[in-house]
């Protein structure tokens, strides 16, 4: 049992940091180099995520073919699910790293080091005050209505997650 301990609360706490660090490592190698764009870089990233996301989305398809569905809801669902919580619940980093990637990308070439490295900070206080450190931010009354609403988890993994740790690898 503790090394299940270990793994639940340990190992899997630190994979997607590390795979968004190691991901911003190799990106910013591309963008100091100049030889790939930021921007190719998230449409590689794209284009991986919709290859693994097929089998999902048919999958699901599949198993709500036998059920009373809408063709026309469950197209609109997998889109949003695409764009914003991942294809599958286990692909949320697949958005968050390609909106991570292209915003890195744009206020790194624009504005610099300096600015992405000041805003991915700002980011990860931020997110960290709306979960980690949750009783903390709901104290502060501007944050508490966004922190406690049940969408901040989109804003969470879509920016404050990915970006920070992205700008780290760099």
Do not use: M
Not at 26 to 50: C, D, H, M, P, V
Not at 65 to 75: E, R, W, Y
Not at 104 to 129: A, H, M, P
Request: proline content about 4%.
């Amino acid at each position: 049992e503790p090394l299940g301990v270990f793994l639940r609360e340990f190992v899997s706490r630190i994979a997607v940091p590390y795979f968004f660090v190691v991901s911003g490592y190799f990106l910013f190698k591309k963008l100091e180099k100049t030889e790939i764009s930021g921007y190719r870089a998230a449409w590689n990233q794209t284009k991986t995520y919709i290859i693994w996301s097929i089998p999902y989305i048919l999958l699901n398809f599949v198993i709500l073919v036998g059920k009373d569905f809408s063709t026309i809801l469950f197209a609109k669902d997998t889109v949003f699910r695409f764009f914003i919580h991942g294809s599958s619940s286990h692909f949320w980093f697949f958005p968050a790293l390609i909106y991570g990637t292209l915003f890195v990308t744009f206020v790194y070439k624009r504005l610099g080091w300096k600015t992405i490295l000041s805003i991915s900070l700002f980011f990860y206080i931020f997110g960290c005050l709306g979960s980690s450190y949750l009783p903390i931010g709901e104290k502060i009354p501007i944050l508490s209505t966004l922190f406690t609403n049940s969408n901040f988890y989109i804003l969470r993994r879509l920016l404050l997650t990915g970006i920070p740790f992205i700008t780290l690898g760099g």
